[in-house]
């Protein structure tokens, strides 16, 4: 069977970093949602992904897609500990907005903005780049951040001086570097396998 | 050939057991647990398909030569040579230094943030190589360089050079996840190794693990 790519010619690529909500379109065949096998669910973790392109077009592999889900699950919402959540999803839009994936920034940009209640801060990381200019413990996160995504990883002693003068412990400081490590694993499928769909206009 | 390590980042990173780092990846079990399920599945996978494992030590040690870590390249290149029978292992130190460069760059889609693109190398095997990798596992480097360093200008032709050098779409998925996996076992080993070099904070962090441990009753 020869193979080509998918293409949506009527799509029209957002082309700024936002927080609104994005669609994705996948440029391979996803596998057929009728087709998937109890190994596939497994792959998909929650039965729910299964409506996603994005998923089931991973899931054609769907051990590795099983474990890359729960370390992302682990790093993001164990929350009992550590660093709070808003301040995980800021090392995830920070990663996002350096590596340029305009879908993972909108998505971790708005839940960094829904755990935060700091908005417009976040817009500005979207807005102005990791140079931006936040307060001290945003900027050291997304500095750090920032630094790992660096290929090669420019991340040294400077960032987690840095980390720890923000008032970040040993636990916080490696959900920062778990949460950055991590985008550089999701922002380069999302990037590489489809592209974003514009926010759906609902105005009701 | 000589199994895994029972914990690959740990062993990267040089993390022993009982150490303040291993109390603190302890405090991320599950994500812990499944780093190195994701190393299985992409290295060791119970269900191979269609990527072989030289194919997938030859693009390992390749992404891991592009990233300049020491111990993650040694560790890559000597699996590659326990699987290598093609004399691959050999063309990877001149590609990689043919292919090194500085990411992340790339270009956004015309708009507002044009004046962010920053150009940077396309890069193509070398055709004495090719020789050596074939169109296939040469596809596969090629695809490998822009997700390691301009992953924004990944495009539908892109995957359809690989799906022209004899990828399938279930191939790719995998080949994807095993590059991108080890941009994230990298970092995180990078990010572990310069929080392990500081040593300031060392006893406090220690004594705050050992705190959280006996408040949390798992002693």
Known sequence: MSQTTLAHPDNREPVAFTQEELGWLPWLEPFPADQLTERHWAGLVDASRAKSPYFLLLARDPDILQARTKTDKDIFYNTSNGLPRAERELAAAATSRSNGCIFCASVHARFASQYSKRKEDVQRLLDEGVEADIDDRWNAIVNASAALTATPPAFGEAHIQELRAAGLDELEIVDVINGAAFFNWANRLMLSLGEPTPPARTNS | ?219
Do not use: C
């Open chain 2, 1 to 219: 050939m000589s199994a895994a390590p029972a914990d690959v980042i740990d062993f990267l990173a040089g993390i022993e057991p009982g150490s303040f780092l291993s109390a603190i990846r302890d405090r991320r079990a599950q994500a812990r647990e499944n780093a190195q399920k994701s190393y299985l599945a992409l290295f060791e996978p119970e269900v191979p398909g269609d990527v072989t494992a030289l194919e997938r030590y030859a693009v390992a040690a390749f992404v891991a030569g592009l990233h300049r870590q020491p111990a993650v390249s040694e560790f890559y290149a000597a699996r590659l040579r326990d699987h290598d029978d093609a004399g691959i292992a050999q063309v990877i130190p001149s590609e990689v230094s043919r292919a090194a460069t500085e990411g992340p760059y790339g270009r956004y889609p015309e708009g507002p943030l044009t004046v962010e693109d920053v150009d940077g190398p396309d890069y193509r095997v070398s055709p004495a190589s090719e020789a050596v990798l074939g169109r296939r596992l040469s596809a596969a480097f090629e695809h490998a360089h822009l997700l390691v360093f301009h992953p924004r200008d990944a495009s539908p032709a892109a995957l359809q050079k690989l799906l022209d050098a004899g990828w399938s779409a279930t191939d790719i998925v995998t080949l994807s996840q095993l590059v991108s996996f080890l941009a994230f076992q990298i970092r995180v080993v990078a990010g572990l190794r310069a929080l392990a070099a500081t040593s300031s904070h060392r006893a406090s962090a220690l004594e705050t693990v050992f705190t959280g441990v006996l408040a949390s009753g798992h002693v």
